[in-house]
């Protein structure tokens, strides 16, 4: 019995150190007037991968942004995603998903409305799984300043 407790409790430690280990980092580059590409970076830990914003049907979480809402930033377009994407066949899932593994960088435009200082701000949910195994989906919140 001491066993089975033991092997639990570590089994739930070590998949809290792997959702721990993504990390998340942000910036914002001004492209022109009022207008800024905000970068987030998602780096995660072989041999675990990260879902693309654009998976479709019954299959594992995909990447999404929310973003606060702010009356002096207005968003234009969509959030773009770019890295080694590769596109697999998931038994564990019967389907075909997409994934980065390593890293991947998301960009989103944003204009700014006058000249004040603000923040963009928001989360994103996200799921990583390895070959045979998934943690549960996890929400991150970000802030960046413009």
Not at 43 to 69: A, C, E, M, R
Not at 82 to 105: I, R
Not at 119 to 129: E, Q
Request: net charge positive.
């Amino acid at each position: 019995m001491k066993r089975v407790l033991f092997m639990f409790i570590l089994s739930f430690l070590t998949i809290g150190a792997f959702a721990q280990s993504v990390s998340w980092k942000t910036s914002a580059v001004k492209k022109g007037a009022g207008v800024y590409e905000v970068t987030i970076v998602a780096t995660v830990p072989s041999p675990w991968h990260i879902y693309s914003q654009n998976l479709k049907g019954d299959g594992p979480v995909p990447t999404k942004f929310t973003f606060t809402k702010n009356p002096l930033v207005t968003l234009t377009g969509k959030t773009l995603e770019k890295g080694k994407m590769q596109t697999v066949h998931d038994k564990n899932f019967g389907m075909d998903v997409k994934y980065y593994a390593g890293s991947v960088t998301f960009t989103q435009l944003v204009k700014v409305k006058g000249n004040a200082g603000t923040n963009l701000s928001g989360t994103v949910d996200y799921m990583i799984c390895n070959d045979h195994e998934c943690l549960p989906p996890s929400k991150e919140s970000f802030s960046v300043k413009l």
